[in-house]
């Protein structure tokens, strides 16, 4: 069989995506975002994600047709993100997945939201290196994981035991005055400020934590930290400097998500290191990764940042992978699963 054509739904939060694939080759990527309608209310509002969903996905599945030149009726299959996400989200993606399974007589895979942000590295450096280390870093799920075959077995190594990274930018950029979601704001704020500036806590990196959480992170002490810095800072009247607090925030972040996927690859004899997620496109987690991992003779893999934040081609490329691996596809029944383990890369 030729490399198999796919076409990928994303709808876990608040971007619509439709993506298509032929084998690793990216020939469409429609994304529309609800982000806007959600920023006055400093986080996404569930009901109006799903709202949006509804309105975006036709229009965008015509314009990832138009862009890729094919029909829908030339797919070899689909795939959608079954979970995790908001359920009302995930819902909207699923059933219009599943209707052009039926209605077009093609095999539907129901796949893993952060399975498909590991996998979509395929689409700009080629095969995935097996086993590799991928660091999952997006606003709902920070994980390390042991990846032996993306589509059919992911071991967890740790994840964080609070908020996710992303979620630290977001909430750290509100305590800043910066806008939603704060991640490229702070990413923007921190390239003129000095990281150094402010000596931030590195969660879960002392010798008694590590015994027990040596792959885990946890970024809600550093969040307060920032929060009690600048209540401080303002109390005694100094003016807050949002440039160095959003630099030297951010430098602990990434240090922390830095030291422990080096000795992930470096304690499991793994020397490829592939990071994803929407914090994945912060500039400073790239750079720093790449010195890191050049020092560590690591193979770093990190996809391009729009390839790194939710779409639809993550989603068809894991599905493109599915497919040329001889992977069973889905039943129709599979739900939208809001909490999908990562050990599930597929639905049954
Ligand atoms: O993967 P993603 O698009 O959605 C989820 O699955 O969660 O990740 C969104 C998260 C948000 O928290 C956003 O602030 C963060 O990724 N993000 C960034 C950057 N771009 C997006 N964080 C740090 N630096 C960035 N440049
Ligand atoms: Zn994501």
Known sequence: MSEPLVLGIETSCDETGVGIVRGTTLLADEIASSVEQHARFGGVVP????????????????????????????????????????????LV?????????VALG?????????????????????????????LLVSGGHSSLLLVPDITNEVVQLGQTIDDAAGEAFDKVARVLGLPFPGGPYIDQAAQDGNPLAIDFP???????DLEKHRFDVSFSGLKTAVARWVEREQATGNKVIVNDVAASFQEAVVDVLLRKAIDACLSNDVNTLVIGGGVAANSRLRTVASQRCAEHKINLRI??????????????????????????????????????????????
């Open 47 to 90: 009901e109006v994600a799903s709202r949006a969903h509804l309105e975006a996905m036709v229009p965008a599945l015509e314009r990832a047709c138009a862009t890729a030149g094919i029909k829908l009726d030339d797919v070899d299959a689909l795939a959608v993100t079954a979970g995790p996400g908001l359920a009302g989200a995930l």
């Open 93 to 101: 993606g699923v059933a219009a997945a599943k209707s052009l399974a």
């Open 106 to 134: 093609k095999p539907i895979y129901g796949v893993n939201h952060l399975a498909a942000h590991v996998c979509v590295d395929q689409l700009e450096h080629g095969q995935l290196d097996e086993p590799s280390i991928a």
């Open 202 to 208: 590195r969660g879960l990196t002392n010798p008694k």
């Open 303 to 348: 996809p391009s940042p729009k390839l790194c934040t939710d779409n639809g081609a993550m989603v068809a490329a894991l599905g493109s992978e599915l497919v040329r691996r001889g992977r069973n596809p889905s039943s129709l029944d599979f739900p939208a699963s809001s909490a999908m383990s990562i050990k599930l890369p597929v639905a049954h």
